[in-house]
């Protein structure tokens, strides 16, 4: 399996992901398709399958254009989140295969919308990756515009946070470094965090990307994942991990970092 990043927009990515035996390839998100199909192509890849992960107009907006651009193309999506385009529907637990050896797992990840899908993508001899949309971000996680802060601990906190720590994480967007800034508000003494933030800065002066990290990663350096540590909740001043995270995401609303 080799995943292939395309910059997109201003800050989005879009993934390409391609079953190496057979070829095939997936696209998660392709926003611009005109930047897709030609990666696609210098890849020596045929496009089988589109991967979004929620309706809003940076992810599934280029849908209804690949579907012109490539005839026959499937295009799945949340059964519940009204995605252009969508030819397939996705419930928690569906599965979807790419070629031989690439298989993917649909994860309803609610909250930034209510049918956000989040992709945990296996292949023999390789980490596993999960693609996170705006549910999961590096450091961060997403506004709460369709759901609650239930839901949004149950998606990053249950769902997302229990996936192998070595699966590699693919976000929506690059908002690595402010996340990273902000995360240093929620714990100063955070060593690891201090140390992410350098690498991510020197990563976007060299115009690299900040993906992917790890779900180990998030784990040490996402305080919107780490409620349920004594040591977020303390600086808090809360006993409840969902009430932590309502905290936290109020915070990072109001931050003009």
Partial sequence: MKIVTVPCLEDNYAYIIIDESSKEAAVVD??????????????????????????????????????????????????????KGCTNS??????????????ILSLHTPCHTKGHISYYVTSKEIDPAVFTGDTLFIAGCGKFFEGTAEQMYQSLCVTLASLPKPTRVYCGHEYTVKNLQFAS????????????LLWAQQQRQANLPTIPSTIEEELETNPF????????????????????LREIRRLKDNWRG
Wanted: hydrophobic fraction near 35%.
């Fill in 30 to 83: 392709p926003v611009e398709p005109e930047k897709i199909l030609p990666v696609v192509k210098e890849n020596g890849a045929d496009l089988k399958l589109v991967l979004t992960t929620h309706h809003h107009w940076d992810h599934a907006g280029g849908n209804e254009k690949i579907k012109e651009l490539v005839p026959g193309i499937k295009v799945y999506g949340g059964s519940v989140d009204n995605v």
């Fill in 90 to 103: 996705l419930e928690h637990g569906d599965k979807v295969s790419l070629g031989a050896d690439v298989n």
């Fill in 185 to 196: 508000t929620v714990e100063p003494e955070n060593e690891k965090i201090k140390q992410k």
């Fill in 225 to 244: 994942i780490r409620v349920d540590l004594p040591e977020v909740l303390g600086k808090l001043g809360y006993h409840s991990p969902v009430e932590a």
